[in-house]
């Protein structure tokens, strides 16, 4: 968020919006707008070169995802940032989804946020993958999959999804090595 907001203003901001304030949700739009779009930007990095989907997009599908339904109940950056990711999450996913539906002849549709899913991976075959790999290990050990998600998907540093989670540094490592060797095991 803006660096020149302080944390309490920013707390404001998010308990107004989570009441249901729009003029609230369009004032932490304006302060998160660029560190959503870096974010995106960050999974699309990895994403193969004739990818379609541009990092503005992505955080205007966001957009309209949180403000289109009832507002959400945040606590502070770190949680805004960790809803956020979990909606880039699952946007990523329906776009590879959508993707592989027009490969084997569906339809044309609008795309949503929730379809870009797991960018990082080359294929869109490889997103869903993923996605459902994630599924399992959120059965498995669902703090390991929300440090995954936060760190990979919503692009916390390891102190802020400890922040996020209630949890020391050490063991955000600790999950974070443990699930991505549990991942890679899973997509091979």
Do not use: C
Not at 100 to 105: L, M, S, V
Not at 106 to 125: F, K, M, N
Not at 141 to 153: C, M, P, S, T
Not at 160 to 174: N, Y
Request: glycine share 6%; hydrophobic share 45%.
């Amino acid at each position: 968020m803006a660096a020149s907001l302080p944390p309490q203003d920013v707390a404001a901001i998010l308990k107004a919006w989570g009441h249901g304030d729009p003029q609230a949700g369009n004032e932490l739009m304006a302060i998160v707008y660029q560190e959503l779009r870096r974010l995106a930007a960050h999974y699309l990095q990895a994403e193969r070169k004739d990818h379609t989907l541009q990092p503005t997009a992505l955080v205007h599908e966001l957009y309209l995802r949180l403000f289109a339904s009832e507002p959400v109940q945040v606590q502070d950056r770190e949680h805004f940032l960790a809803v956020a990711a979990r909606q880039l999450r699952h946007i990523v996913v329906d776009y590879a989804r959508q993707k592989n539906a027009q490969k084997r002849g569906g339809v044309l549709g609008t795309i949503s946020l929730d379809e870009v899913q797991g960018l990082a991976i080359p294929a869109d075959e490889r997103v869903i993958e993923l996605d459902q790999a994630l599924g399992r290990l959120e059965a498995l050990d669902a703090r390991a999959a929300q440090v995954v998600e936060l760190k990979f998907f919503g692009g916390l540093t390891d102190e802020e999804a400890g922040r996020t989670l209630g949890i020391s540094v050490a063991t955000v490592k600790r999950d974070w090595d443990f699930a991505r060797s549990w991942l890679l095991g899973q997509m091979e």
